[in-house]
Every structure is written in C-alpha cells, then in structure tokens.
C-alpha cells in the first residue's frame, strides 16, 4: 500500500495503491479457475465542508478504502473469467468506485478515481498465453 498526495489547484488529492491478493496461489480465484492479481490506483480527497468529520471520524482512511476495495473486488471478480476481466476491467473499476466513495462520503472523504493499473495472472497462465501468442 502506498500513499501519495498532490495539490491541484488548492485541493489535496491523496493518491493510494492497492493490490488485491488472495492466500491461495497469491491471488484471487476466477470463475475459470485462474489465479489473479489486481494494482488498482485510487485518488481521494476530504471534502472541504466535512474537514473535521474526516480529522476525527477515522485514525487510518487508507487502510478503510483499502478494506472495501478489498471486498468490492472479492465479491466481483470470482463471478468473472481471465479474458472477461481485461475487456471489462474499467467497469469493474466504476464497480469498486461504488461502495468505497459512498461508505467514505459519510467520513468527510470523496473518493473521485479508481483505475486497474495492473492484472496478473498466475505465471503458469502467464507461460501458456505467451506460447499461444508466440505460435
């Protein structure tokens, strides 16, 4: 998990870093039995007008996105296959960008981006895709 800030234009966006991973095989099960994991970058801010709720309602906001991040994905991408994830993957994005920027809005935080920097399969499938590349 890394945590960045920028200042655009008076507002201070905070940029944090999630990578999802299952215990098994180091990723997450796909319906087509096929272990992934997923970077995603996501960019926050407090809201002006909710400055003291975000100061005082959470001791750690990041790791709070990082929870339900974590769980929007584990609930998404079981029900997908391997080639499904990468042609819908910035709908799965708008998906996990639901739940976190809702939950968050009642702390003083709004989340504004979610982007799938990363998905990476297990290096056996990794292997086979680039043998049926290669022929």
């Not at 007008?49 to 929007?72: G, T």
Request: with cysteine; charged share 25%; aromatic share 8%.
């Amino acid at each position: 998990m890394d945590n960045r800030s920028a200042d655009a234009g008076g507002e201070r966006w905070l940029e944090l870093s999630v990578d999802c991973r299952g215990s098994a095989a180091g990723g997450r099960r796909m319906q087509d039995n096929v272990f992934v994991q997923i970077s995603s970058s996501i960019q926050y801010r407090v809201i002006n007008q909710s400055a003291d709720d975000a100061f005082y309602e959470l001791q750690n906001p990041a790791k709070q996105i990082q929870a339900y991040v974590f769980c929007v994905v584990r609930a998404q991408v079981p029900r997908m296959t391997l080639d499904q994830l990468f042609e819908q993957k910035d709908e799965v994005a708008k998906i996990v960008l639901e739940e976190p920027k809702k939950v968050m809005g009642e702390f003083g935080y709004t989340i504004e981006h979610i982007l799938m920097v990363d998905i990476i399969p297990d290096p056996s499938v990794r292997i086979a895709m680039n043998e049926i590349n290669a022929a």
